[in-house]
């Protein structure tokens, strides 16, 4: 018994020290390709592009190298509904945010981090929705992976 609890507490510091990152992922495609492969991966799961900031053309414009960054906003109507009866502040997540960066060929995206949000919301049913949007978050990724 004393070595199933002392197992358990060693478990549970584990599981404790875990840190969520931002979810990321890469694929070998050019900007274009990639904007229509996320673009899909969304609408499979039901989220919506919302928003682009090219980056790399403002940048352009104002004479500086083209860092082949993007800044999507993807989101749903279900998410704001759901928000605004949890816990209006996680308005601020919303839209949720990808960075696409283009480097030798291959286009990584990348997803804002969820870890300040989840220690400021620990309670449920914000934590449980900051969750969701991430599950959520990773599966739209890994069809874009998969594209």
Do not use: Y
């Not at 190298?65 to 800044?71: D, G, K, L, M, V």
């Not at 969820?114 to 929705?129: G, I, Q, T, V």
């Amino acid at each position: 018994m004393k070595r199933s609890l002392c197992v358990l507490g060693l478990s549970v510091g584990l599981v404790l020290t875990v840190r969520a990152e931002p979810l990321s992922v890469s694929k070998n495609v050019d900007m274009r390709q990639a904007l229509d492969d996320i673009t899909l991966a969304a609408t499979n799961h039901e989220l919506v592009l919302v928003k682009m900031q090219p980056i790399d053309h403002a940048l352009e414009k104002r004479g500086f190298e083209n860092p082949h960054i993007r800044i999507l906003f993807i989101g749903s109507e279900s998410a704001v509904r759901w928000a605004e009866v949890a816990e209006p502040k996680l308005l601020n997540l919303l839209p949720l945010r990808l960075t696409l960066f283009q480097k030798d060929g291959r286009m990584t995206v990348i997803s804002d981090d969820f870890e300040p949000w989840l220690r400021e919301f620990p309670d449920a049913p914000a934590h449980l929705m900051i969750r969701a949007w991430q599950e959520e978050l990773k599966a739209t990724l890994d069809d874009f992976v998969k594209q």
